[in-house]
């Protein structure tokens, strides 16, 4: 029960400090005149440090694909009034800038370090994932609890990691012809 404790106020601490931040920030923007973003909700405070744009390079693989490379911009944001986070991805060719991919769908995290994410894919699939984050690592583990509206994906798992200002994620995926494998992978700046 003892370490039980010692992790709550570690959480706890690193949950006040994201507040804090965030907070800090919307003060800043409002000091220079810029239109303040409203007020972080205390759920998502943890994971303040996603809200805003990311854009970066990845690149992708599975055994029945060949491998490729791609840009990619991210987006979080929030409206301040309730525990969600709005979430938008858009992937492009390198060499020609033609769309490859995109999804959207919302994100709500939970007091107690777990969160549920929703997504729409462009190719209709749908995925509903539940996992864990960590405020104070900045990492975030998501596994399928369901695909919708797909005949081959059976489970995709998503990492997310925030190191040195970079936002970068580990996707994996499994089809009923293969076992849970790589499959894309990303590093993003804030822009």
């Known amino acids: ?39 972080v909700h205390p759920a998502i405070a943890p994971l303040s440090y996603l809200l805003g744009s990311w854009k970066g390079q990845g690149e992708g693989g599975f055994p029945t694909i060949n491998s490729f490379s791609y840009g990619e911009q991210l987006h979080f944001s929030h409206s301040g009034k309730k525990p969600v986070m709005a979430y938008t991805q858009k992937t492009w060719k390198l060499n020609s800038g033609e769309p490859m991919h995109a999804e959207s769908g919302y994100w709500r995290p939970k007091t107690d370090g777990t969160i549920e994410v929703v997504i729409a894919q462009s190719t ?22 369901l695909v919708g509206n797909a005949t081959k994906v059976k489970e995709i798992t998503r990492v997310f990691k925030l190191v040195d200002e970079e936002l970068s994620y580990e996707v994996q995926m499994a089809t009923n012809l293969n076992s849970l494998q790589p499959h894309l992978k990303a590093s993003l700046k804030r822009v």
């Not at 003892?2 to 965030?22: L, N, P, V, W």
């Not at 800043?28 to 810029?34: L, Q, V």
């Not at 209709?124 to 960590?134: A, M, P």
């Open 1 to 39: 029960m003892e370490g039980f404790t010692e992790i709550r106020k570690i959480t706890t601490k690193a949950r006040r400090r994201d507040f804090q931040s965030a907070r800090k920030r919307h003060k800043n923007m409002a000091e220079d005149g810029a239109k303040a973003p409203p007020a």
């Open 124 to 145: 209709g699939l749908v995925e509903v994932q539940k996992g864990t984050y960590s405020a104070e690592e900045k990492v975030i583990n998501l596994q399928t609890e």
